[in-house]
């Protein structure tokens, strides 16, 4: 479980580190796809389904989403 525990750090740590780069776009790409992702997997097992379907589909819109809002705060810069 400590394994676990250093691995999840070490890729949080990698994760926050990869995205100083991108533009705004990409970055909300990126953000709703991780959070449509969490956001279907929840709802799927709550609502008795597959995880991964719900984390599938959540992640695509998710992304899509995040695209669109991020393409509108790009055209402000």
């Excluded at 790409?29 to 609502?47: L, M, R």
């Amino acid at each position: 479980m400590k394994r676990l525990q250093q691995l999840g750090v070490v890729l949080a740590i990698v994760g926050a580190a990869g995205c100083t780069n991108m533009t705004p776009q990409q970055q909300g790409t990126v953000s709703g796809a991780a959070i449509g992702a969490a956001a279907g997997a929840g709802i799927a097992a709550i609502a008795g389904g597959s995880g991964w379907t719900g984390a599938a589909i959540g992640a695509v819109a998710g992304g899509v989403a995040g695209n669109i809002k991020g393409n509108k705060q790009q055209s402000w810069y």
